[in-house]
């Protein structure tokens, strides 16, 4: 028997290597179109800022690695270009065809649109680690200088510290009105104040249509976005969902019977929302990964969805959310209560500083909604519970009560989420 | 209609800040038997280091804070030695009688034993303001030396840090076999290793029975555990339960009707045994406090209970715990199943350490029953994710699909935690 993947980054590595575990007898084959396999797309910023020396210090695993610890097959420069599913066989542009008897589409995601000029040579993206080097390389001969980042999502703002990093000054520009695609206002401004103190400006609700209209910048770096890559799933017959991307059941089957899909090429489930989720993130495309190689291999094994926790860091602060903003989940149906509230990462005597949380809840219900946490520490452990609560569908009045660890070094004696959740509590 | 509180720390304060915020026209007294109110108990260790250079800076608010402010009448010197509940009245220590209609008991804790020899001027302990400031004081005047902590919790830990801090050389004894109260064997190991490194002796299962065998130390830090104050309550026909301490409702409420009692002299329930508990910590006393204070003034709340969720830092390292250990869920009746792995509490380019996660989970449900973190950093952060999965009962399988938050300066793509869940998941 034998399992193809078509994709070799975070989703295809991860359901390759998880077959194997499933099953030792497995044929395991995975087809890469690019150059590079197995490569920690969210650690390219860091390589650009030059905190990673070596690009290929990013790259996890080598296909003799695969070939030799997994006995799995990776081919790279193998670009699957039609898929005949009644003969379980691909076609590659090469000419070649493979046969399959179970298929894993794992195809990722590519920059959503592209402008005028940007194939001028001061214009570079971060998608690829060919695309990085190339950037790293035009900033490591260009010390200081004036860069225009389009897109105010995650890659954009990890983008802007890479360069503030080279000593280039920074303006950030997005055609939506608010930053990460959070819509929060209130988030968007706070953001705003911090990147201007770190000399990085933001311009909002503007599309940049070319390049020659870069407010006089020096370079421009695209990161406004992406969409998922579902033409040759399309083409094949296997159904695409309302958000564009690949349709799966829970058990990360497409509508084809044997032809499975993970990664940014895949909507969820929205588990605060109950709706089709597209949100392209390196974790949820591993725990895809993981889940679809199981099941192809004949395990019984479920990915539930997401919850769209989020987190950046950009001049020291942390940004995070999880769940729905108020915005959305006023669009959602939910009639979403907001609390905000300024408190204390830890004690004043162990340089406690201050964090921001919000905390959404439905009014109707009681039922927590979503998140924000801003602030120098302590945002990744404050986001990921009020994550763990929205999954547990806990509602205000038990988070209030939640036992969490006090000791001045990492905590007031009331955290911060807690705080959120009383002041919540009464506005309900 | 006048509410009393006995008792002006954590638990008191709050109770009558709460009844206040509940009803603004009651009458509220405290009376607090020393003679420092509202001070940060577990910042007094600090006070010890040196880290906080005064005491009184651990004080929140003063008396005057709370007449002012909050219409709270604070009396210091006033201590209770017998309450008449038929007449609704109190009687003080000094001679005098004070009528109440409602009644919160904070009175707290005490050491729980003491040692021959413990009046001696070597003899130290860090219950109140005025034995930390006897402390620091001869450990100012003393710089160097050798000193003996009785008792291995996390006052005792606290304790060796602030020694160390004065460059003393430190033992810590405990009569149990494991430190910080946890029963788990190879917590005890790790954090052994790791005191040794920072230059503490730990030295377990062994009682010091008097201030001569203290190991040739120059001075003794009593820090052996504390037992629930209940002799006032229990004299006073309050059922006491079967830890010892004073039983209350979830509304706060004793066996007596209009008697409530929050803080370190009360029991509760543990939502992972679901048992009766007795773990006396300043953020459950202020939770407790708050429901205490709310429904003597009329409200309707309750306080859930507590899921033991404990931290402590020693040496740079962060040692936390929430449910039970794999030998306690096994007396509580479970059938415990316990995976521990070493992970990297982010990416290595930002700096990553090991930090070691051990999750328990029962065999027969999967349900999530306890966990431990150790390292430097993000410890706070995962016990709590622990500690709101184990308050919502979810099991192993809901928790190794949790949407935490990713991003190379806050974790690694695989939390640590999600890799214990998806290793205690193999073992089920």
Redesign the interface.
Known sequence: MRVVVVGGV?AGLSAASSARRADRSLDILVLEKGSAISY?A??LP?YVEG??PDWR?LQVYSPEFFRRERNIEVRTAAEVVAISHARRRLQLASGESVAYDKLILATGASPRHTIEGADRPNVFSLNTPDQAQRLREHLDRHPRGKGLIVGAG?IGL?AAEALRAHGWRVTVADSNTDVLGREDAELTRRVREHLSRFHVDLVLGERVESVASAHGCDLVVLAAGLRPNVTLAAESGVAIGPTGAIQTSDRMETSLHGVYAAGDCVETLH?VSGRPAWIP????A??MGRVAGAVAAGRRER??G????????VGGL?I?F?GLSERQARRDGFDPVSARIDGRDR?G??GGRTTIVELIADRRTGRLLGASVLGED????????A???L????DVE?FA???????????P??DPLLVAARRLRALL
Chains 1, 2 share one sequence.
């Open positions: 975070a920690s969210c650690g860091y905190r990673v210090r995650y990890e588990l993130l390196g974790t949820t591993n725990k990915f539930p997401i919850i769209g926790t989020s987190i950046v860091r942390g995070a999880t004690a005597y162990f302590g945002v990744a452990g404050r986001i990921n519970v994550a763990t609560a999954t547990a569908r806990l038990q009560m939640l036992d969490l660890a006090y000791a001045p070094p990492f905590a004696v009331w």
